[in-house]
């Protein structure tokens, strides 16, 4: 596709139920992100795929979320036991190479979690 | 990764050149820096990226001294479309992906 799309865009949900949040990365795109940002916060890195891998998943807040990404596509990301701290904006980003400190990030519009 | 620190927020004019600076202290040999652009309900968009000395590109310029230290992002004759909120950052992916988001600067330009 032309960018990096997002959905749901917005997702309502309570506390305690299991939600999934999908990222479609530039075709093409070998790395993919997932950051979250609260209202009025920065970014807070989640997870980075290379290919499929992820290499590095120390930066999920707990073992209720989890990621994954198939056939260097598209990518889920799962919240279990949704708690109300978990409210706020899921960005995905797609990436050429997720090898080179030149890569440029290219960001979707973001799904807004609300957890009541 | 080097943490970045940024001014909060920042106010001008249309029509005025803005220059908002970035410290990244421990920056390490190979890390660039690159500055992102969000508008309310929108992700990050790339601005520019660097390494050394100056870049220049059609939307701005980065000026990087020669300790890489710190780094200015300069926006030329501001406009109102250009209120948003500014993330300085480095990225490294030695060893997997670092990156460190700030709270990034929130430049609101008036008329």
């Known amino acids: 596709g032309a960018g990096v799309s997002q959905s749901p865009s917005n997702k309502v949900t309570e506390k305690g139920k299991d939600v999934e949040l999908r990222c479609d990365p530039i075709?093409?795109?070998?790395?993919l992100y997932w950051y979250r940002q609260r209202l009025g916060q920065g970014l807070e890195f989640l997870i980075y795929?290379?290919?499929?891998?992820?290499?590095?998943k120390s930066g999920l807040p707990s073992d209720r979320f989890s990621a994954e990404r198939t056939g260097e596509s598209v990518s889920t990301l799962t919240i279990q036991r949704t708690q109300q701290e978990d409210s706020a904006v899921y960005l995905c980003?797609?990436?050429?190479?997720?090898?080179?400190?030149?890569?440029?990030?290219?960001f979707g519009p973001g799904t807004r979690l609300t957890v009541l | 990764l080097a943490k970045t620190t940024q001014p909060i927020s920042m106010d001008s004019y249309e029509g005025q050149e803005v220059n908002i600076t970035c410290s990244h202290n421990?920056?390490?040999?190979?890390?660039?820096i690159t500055w992102y652009q969000q508008f309310p309900s929108q992700g990050p968009r790339f601005i520019i990226q660097?390494?050394?000395t100056k870049v220049t590109n059609e939307v701005a310029s980065l000026f990087i001294p020669a300790d890489r230290k710190s780094s200015t992002l300069s926006l030329p004759r501001v406009s109102l479309s250009d209120t948003a909120v500014y993330y300085c950052?480095?990225?490294?992916?030695?060893?997997?992906?670092?990156?460190?988001f700030g709270a990034g600067t929130r430049l609101f330009v008036k008329a």
């Open positions: 980003a797609s990436s050429s190479t997720g090898t080179s400190n030149t890569d440029t990030q290219y």
């Open positions: 075709s093409g795109h070998t790395a």
């Open positions: 795929f290379q290919g499929n891998s992820a290499p590095d």
């Open positions: 421990n920056i390490a040999t190979n890390d660039y």
């Open positions: 660097g390494y050394k």
């Open positions: 950052l480095v990225v490294r992916y030695t060893g997997g992906f670092k990156t460190i």
